[in-house]
């Protein structure tokens, strides 16, 4: 049962009709990993913690920088420089200390994800790259279990939920990562602040709305949101009948060779200080950096090619297929992706993890951060 302190604090929502002291006592039985303590992560883990939801879970591998405090509303100025599942859960305690806040800091990677998820009921996912997003959706294939997207960029951003029993996955509608290049980052093309506030909240709404089984969930439905022109457009979809991560879902097979390929490539980051020590040698690989030119006027490692990640493909052959490539970008967003691409086309790539910024912290301060 809940007590005097909990009574108070949900009173505004337990006058719900679709709530109620069973519809909290649910919220206080379940669990939410949040993927990532940025954007998007920060709104929906706040109003998680809020609502009442009795474990968050919090998983990211990176530090807070002044650059996130616009958007990341989870930290503050004084949390420059802490991880962030840290920064995060203090923020949470503060909000809430009726919720229990588990932190993992470290990247979700197609490897850790099934391990990783396996302890909660539902996943809110807040990446804001490709590579953990098709990481989530497929161990949520396999471990049978709904999760929240949601992405931004500039004034815009989307929100649907997949998993379902019965319902889509992420791969019914973008079957496969796009080509490196094609689409930008955040870091690249930028986002209002608010932005992801509106998404992350929206994340947080149908994350209570599938806890307590109220309303009508985005399930087979994107919700796309042009925040600039304030409108909102919903496209439905299917289920494709040859999607991998659905039939794994099913049942149908015991594995899927689409989801394979990603555990093939869990070891395909490379940390600053083992390649510095490789530097350090005779060694044959390639740097290659994925940057635009005026970043590489900035600074950079060694003596890397410079390809940015928009020329990528149609200048794929000026790479030398012989040789191993260690990849570069800013923060490690784009080469991640570029490195599962050139994978993709039979090279040897492997993504130097933080990027050019960790390399910085971490290995050699006299390249300029930015």
Same mark, same amino acid.
């Given at each position: 049962?809940?007590?005097?302190? &909990?009574?108070?604090?949900?009173?505004?929502?337990?006058?719900?009709?679709?709530?109620?002291?069973?519809?909290? &006592?649910?919220?206080?039985?379940?669990?939410?990993?949040?993927?990532?303590?940025?954007?998007?992560?920060?709104?929906?883990?706040?109003?998680?913690?809020?609502?009442?939801?009795?474990?968050?879970?919090?998983?990211?591998?990176?530090?807070?920088?002044?650059?996130?405090?616009?958007?990341?509303?989870?930290?503050?100025?004084?949390?420059?420089?802490?991880?962030?599942?840290?920064?995060?859960?203090?923020?949470?305690?503060?909000?809430? =200390?009726?919720?229990?806040?588990? /932190?993992?800091?470290?990247?979700?990677?197609?490897?850790?994800?099934?391990?990783?998820?396996?302890?909660?009921?539902?996943?809110?996912?807040?990446?804001?790259?490709?590579?953990? #997003?098709?990481?989530?959706?497929?161990?949520?294939?396999?471990?049978?279990?709904?999760?929240?997207?949601?992405?931004?960029?500039?004034?815009?951003?989307?929100?649907?939920?997949?998993?379902? =029993?019965?319902?889509?996955?992420?791969?019914?509608?973008? =079957?496969?990562?796009?080509?490196?290049?094609? /689409?930008?980052?955040? &870091?690249?093309?930028?986002?209002?602040?608010?932005?992801?506030?509106?998404?992350?909240?929206?994340?947080?709404?149908?994350?209570?709305?599938?806890?307590?089984?109220?309303? /009508?969930?985005?399930?087979?439905?994107?919700?796309?949101?042009?925040?600039?022109?304030?409108?909102?457009?919903?496209?439905?979809?299917?289920?494709?009948?040859?999607?991998?991560?659905?039939?794994?879902?099913?049942?149908?097979?015991?594995?899927?060779?689409?989801?394979?390929?990603?555990?093939?490539?869990?070891?395909?980051?490379?940390?600053?200080?083992?390649?510095?020590?490789?530097?350090?040698?005779?060694?044959?690989?390639?740097?290659?950096?994925?940057?635009?030119?005026?970043?590489?006027?900035?600074?950079?490692?060694?003596?890397?090619?410079?390809?940015?990640?928009?020329?990528?493909?149609?200048?794929?052959?000026?790479?030398?297929?012989?040789?191993?490539?260690?990849?570069?970008?800013?923060?490690?967003?784009?080469?991640?992706?570029?490195?599962?691409?050139?994978?993709?086309?039979?090279? #040897?790539? #492997?993504?130097?993890?933080?990027?050019?910024?960790?390399?910085?912290?971490?290995?050699?301060?006299?390249?300029?951060?930015?």
């Amino acid at each position: 049962m809940l007590n005097a302190a &909990e009574l108070s604090r949900y009173a505004r929502q337990l006058v719900l009709p679709e709530l109620g002291l069973a519809g909290q &006592e649910r919220l206080r039985e379940a669990s939410v990993l949040i993927v990532g303590a940025g954007g998007l992560g920060s709104p929906a883990a706040l109003y998680l913690a809020a609502a009442g939801v009795g474990l968050v879970g919090i998983v990211d591998d990176d530090e807070v920088e002044i650059s996130n405090l616009h958007r990341q509303i989870l930290h503050g100025t004084r949390d420059e420089g802490r991880d962030k599942p840290a920064s995060a859960a203090d923020a949470l305690r503060r909000l809430n =200390p009726h919720v229990e806040v588990r /932190t993992h800091h470290e990247r979700l990677t197609a490897q850790r994800a099934p391990s990783l998820l396996a302890d909660y009921d539902l996943v809110v996912d807040g990446s804001d790259n490709y590579v953990t #997003r098709y990481a989530v959706n497929d161990a949520c294939a396999r471990l049978k279990k709904v999760w929240v997207y949601g992405s931004v960029e500039r004034f815009s951003g989307q929100v649907s939920v997949f998993g379902a =029993p019965r319902g889509p996955c992420y791969r019914c509608i973008f =079957p496969e990562p796009p080509t490196p290049g094609s /689409t930008a980052s955040c &870091e690249e093309i930028g986002v209002l602040g608010a932005v992801p506030g509106v998404v992350g909240s929206l994340q947080a709404v149908e994350a209570l709305k599938w806890i307590l089984g109220v309303g /009508t969930p985005l399930v087979g439905r994107l919700m796309q949101l042009d925040l600039q022109a304030a409108n909102v457009h919903v496209v439905q979809f299917e289920r494709r009948p040859d999607c991998p991560a659905c039939a794994v879902a099913d049942a149908q097979f015991e594995a899927a060779p689409a989801l394979e390929s990603h555990d093939a490539n869990a070891e395909s980051d490379i940390e600053p200080r083992e390649l510095a020590r490789r530097l350090q040698v005779a060694d044959s690989f390639l740097l290659l950096d994925v940057r635009e030119p005026w970043e590489w006027s900035v600074g950079r490692i060694g003596d890397p090619q410079l390809l940015p990640m928009n020329r990528l493909p149609s200048e794929i052959d000026s790479l030398d297929r012989a040789r191993e490539l260690v990849v570069y970008c800013h923060h490690g967003t784009r080469s991640t992706m570029a490195a599962e691409w050139l994978r993709s086309q039979g090279f #040897r790539a #492997r993504n130097l993890a933080g990027g050019i910024d960790r390399w910085s912290v971490e290995v050699d301060s006299s390249v300029p951060r930015y």
